[in-house]
């Protein structure tokens, strides 16, 4: 028989307690969801509810707060987000990577240097320019901000950047135009960091919690972290409806990972190979 | 088609010229190689004729069309790289489409020609992979197809082989001279090994730091050098080169200070070299420069001997049935061909 070391068992137990650790919140939430108001406060607690099919917490929760239109707000301003700032990101990586226009450096240089403000110190002007334009509590409030981003240009820059010349004077001699170029070979030769990059962006997005508060106050544009700070706040403080109110906040965002894990590993990994 | 260069300069910056005053021309359908050391400006000349380059001075003529200021994809050329440069996230029929995806070919036609170029160039059975999946040669085989699809005036191909293996080298320069026969396009072909020049070229441009030492076919260059540089490297082995002086119409061997034998005319004094091909040294025991055997190994009919003369050494092939031993004293006597005098600053060539 084979035998296992030591090392590998204790790395294993290490490993299960972490993911143990990980996994609980959500186990907690998820179960509690189901419980009745003193189910989820008896001492000793249950691990399991006693009924999967009590649903009457999801049932209060979508009866005193729109957490359906909380929802569609949130994927509307996800995916506006990401299709946009994935757009402009490809756009301006591929200008820096790839075009030889004055000034390049210095301009990049200068965009990096932006990344060193935090956004916390970007909510007043944004706030300012949002309620200049009349935009202040619309769902362009939510999504202009985020149209571009520095990061993601920074990241998907390099990778264009370790891309060799030599494929694009091959096609440039093929009279291949810039645009073609861009959307035939860069972009999808690109796919593990793009993906990556639009998956880190959908749940940022997904989560942002500050600016949807700052700059929106009805309910028809709130988002769903917002709406479920909303719920708390004017729902009072019941846990297991909380519970209820934030596994339909978390479940979407769990999905998308878990389908798209294979790119999310793919891209890291690449990354890391290229380091 | 006909290439004609004309005083052809690039200058990269204030006291960089990689390609200085360069002037030929390439005959239709011929396979030309562009030769020299690293660094001498042959990627250069060859970036100028694909037009990712412009040149500084000078002209370059397509057939009797100017095209030194043309934009690449007008010029009508196919590019193969050092690295192959196919796209990774394509399958090889879809590279080898690619060129004329862009001039907006039909698809059945576009596949049609992918097909024909694929079989050509023998990846047929490999249309519906990925480039990772397949070996270096078949790699260049696919960019060679690409290169071609679209059926280039002019093929240029940059170091297309120095990633392969030396074995796969040997079959892929054969079948690029086979492929080029075969479409008869004109070809211009980049390489720094002297082997691969000489075993494939029609002719031969032999270059250095930039400029044109002499453009031949492979066996003129090798029989006949221009200078000293193109004498020392063709050639395996390299040519053996001694340092000389003239006395009384013959080259005085300096490091052995012994008499070679060589007569030539030239001013008494005169500070040359004196070159050599191994093959055309020979066993004469009258002849008056003398050396002692160093070693030998046989090679067939023939052994190539080490010999040592005076502080230096040179090799010679001798007849294997000849006895020698080292520390023998040998004389070495000259066949009429591959025997070379040099001057010793200019690098012109005297005999
Ligand atoms: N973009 C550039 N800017 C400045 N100098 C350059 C540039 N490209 C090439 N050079 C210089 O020009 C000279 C010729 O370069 P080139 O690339 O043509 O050499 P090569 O013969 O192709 O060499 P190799 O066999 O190593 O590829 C070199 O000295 C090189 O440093
Ligand atoms: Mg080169």
Redesign the pocket.
Known sequence: MKKIKFSTVLLYLVLFFGALIMIFPFYWMITGAFKTGTEIVQMPPTMLPNSFTNLDNFKFAFQTAPFVTYFINSVEMMIACVVLCGVTTILTAFAFSRLRFPGRNLIFSCLLALMMVPFEMLVITNYRTIVGWHLHDTKWALILPFTTSIFYTYILKGFFDSIPESLYQAAKVDGCSDWKYLWRVMVPMSKPSLVTIMLLNAIATWNSFMWPMIATNSKEVRTLPFGLYAFISEGGAKNERMMAAATVVVLPMIIVFLVARKYIVNGVARGGLKG | MRVRLENITKQ??KD?K??NNFSAVIESGELVTLL????????????MLSGILIPTEGKIYFDDDDVTEMPSDQRGIGLVFQNYALYPHMTVLENICFPLEIKKVPKAERIARATEMAKLVHVDMLLDRKPGQLSGGQQQRVAIARALVKQPRLLLL??PLSNLDARLRIEMREEIRRIQQETKVTAIF?T?DQEEAMSISDHIIL?KD?FLQQFDEPQVLYDSPANCFTADFLGNPPINKMEGVVRNGEVYVTDANLPSGVKIDLPEGKEVYLSFRAESAEYNPEASLKGTVIMTSVMGKEKITSIKLGNMEVRAYMDAKLTLKSGQEIGIGFKDTGVFVFDRETGERYL
Do not use: I, Q, R, W
């Open positions: 990269f910056n960089t990689a390609v020299g050391p690293s660094g001498c400006g042959k990627s250069t000349m060859l970036n940059d170091e980049v720094h270059m930039g």
